[in-house]
């Protein structure tokens, strides 16, 4: 079974940087995709970013895409989010997800993904 472990997250004040970390342990097939969500308190579940393991699409919601880089260590079988000029809209408890993403339309669908980090806990405030 796959396993992921999310970490990294932490409190910091607007405009800082934290650098999330998703590890991968077992055996994953090659079109396998690392999601990234987050969820804010009395809001739904959404996504972040995602990138896949076969031919390195990357996605972002457009809420974060010029703040954060998502990034795979292959080495460490780990994936990065590197979070940048944080806002406090940022705060939220943020998951990693994984599994197959068959296309561009279908990755910020929470309920494709079979596995499931549990969770890191952002919160950006002065």
């Known amino acids: 079974d796959v396993q992921l472990q999310a970490s990294g997250g932490g409190l910091v004040q607007p405009g800082g940087s934290l650098r999330l970390s998703c590890v991968v342990s077992g055996f994953t097939f090659d079109n396998y995709a690392i999601a990234w969500f987050r969820q804010a308190p009395g809001k739904e579940r959404e996504g972040v970013s995602c990138i896949s393991k076969s031919d390195g699409r990357i996605w972002y919601d457009d809420s974060v895409e010029g703040r954060f880089a998502i990034s795979r260590d292959t080495a460490k079988n780990t994936v990065h989010l590197q979070m940048n000029s944080l806002k406090p809209e940022d705060t939220a408890v943020y998951y990693c997800?994984?599994?197959?993403?068959?296309?561009?339309?279908?990755?910020?669908?929470?309920?494709?993904?079979?596995?499931w980090g549990q969770g890191t806990q952002v919160t950006v405030s002065s």
């Open positions: 997800a994984g599994g197959i993403v068959a296309g561009d339309d279908f990755w910020r669908l929470a309920s494709i993904y079979d596995d």
